[in-house]
């Protein structure tokens, strides 16, 4: 079932139950138009990335509404629940492969005045002074992921990422040459189980979780063939030893020389 009829049928079960059964109350088929033109209003604000990617750069929604009458307002608000909004929104835009902030919040208003049934309005919230007193950087919770395995042999084929960093390599034990243990991978492709693997290096990458951000990103240690990420068909290089890695997103392929990984939402 495509999204766009999973939504309708959400909004006539709602109309159902305000009405009695009875979707076809006046004025209840203009306000399943109005839902829907606020939704693509809403992914229309996407913007291209700096890598060619679609973003949504807006934290905070509001959406006003033209009340007219009481009975008019009532339909409104049993559609336009905020709570139910916020998740069609981010579906919409997941539909249209444009990136979402994790903090996005929606308001519905419906003010007296208003001049138009419907009025978006798209805001991005400053970014806080940590140079005043008390002043304290956003913390994100930590959003679990899962790595596939794609292509090679790994430790786990369906990993669990539950913690906030994760070390990807060859060797479940890195040791130096005075046969010290000098890094613990937590997922690794084991040599000799499979002709990719060995394009796996001992100490090849590892995936950051930044709770300022609310992001996923993965950084090159070194690697010998390289760690790359395929998005939308685009493949973006990972320098090795850069200080910001590159960000990752859900559906997001992982690269380690020839290993492949899907980097993907719990399911």
């Given amino acids: 079932m495509s ?3 999973r939504i309708e049928q959400t909004l006539d079960k709602r109309l159902r139950a305000l009405f009695g059964g009875n979707p076809h109350r006046p004025g209840a088929r203009e306000a399943i138009e109005l839902y829907r033109d606020a939704l693509d209003q809403i992914a229309q604000r996407a913007t291209p990335g700096k890598r060619g990617e679609r973003l949504f750069p807006f934290d905070r929604v509001t959406i006003e509404l033209r009340p007219q009458d009481p009975e008019r307002k009532a339909v409104l608000e049993s559609l336009f629940d905020p709570n139910q909004i916020i998740e069609d929104i981010r579906a919409t835009l997941t539909e249209d ?7 996005l919040t929606v308001a519905v208003h419906y003010p007296s005045e208003a001049e138009t049934d419907l009025r978006i309005h798209c805001e991005k919230s400053p970014a806080p002074d940590l140079n005043q007193p008390g002043a304290t950087a956003p ?9 596939i395995t794609l292509s090679g042999v790994s430790s ?3 990993f669990f990422v539950d913690r906030p960093q994760i070390n990807l390599g060859r060797e479940r034990e890195v040791i130096d040459a ?3 243990p000098i890094r613990r991978n937590d997922l690794h492709f084991p040599e000799g189980a499979d002709n990719v693997n060995a ?12 709770p300022t951000t609310g992001e996923w990103r993965i950084y090159d240690d070194g690697s010998s063939l390289g ?11 990972v320098p090795a030893h850069a200080p910001r890695g590159a960000m990752l997103r859900p559906g997001d392929e992982i690269y380690l020389g ?5 980097f993907a939402m719990p399911r």
């Fill in 97 to 103: 492969r444009i990136t979402a902030p994790t903090n």
């Fill in 258 to 262: 020839q290993a492949r990984l899907l």
């Fill in 227 to 237: 760690t790359a990420v395929f998005r939308d068909g685009h493949r973006i290089d």
């Fill in 178 to 180: 005075q046969g010290r």
């Fill in 199 to 210: 394009t796996v290096s001992r100490s090849h990458a590892h995936l950051r979780f930044d």
């Fill in 139 to 147: 913390v994100h919770p930590l959003a679990t992921m899962w790595l």
């Fill in 156 to 158: 786990s084929p369906e």
């Fill in 3 to 5: 999204l766009l009829k």
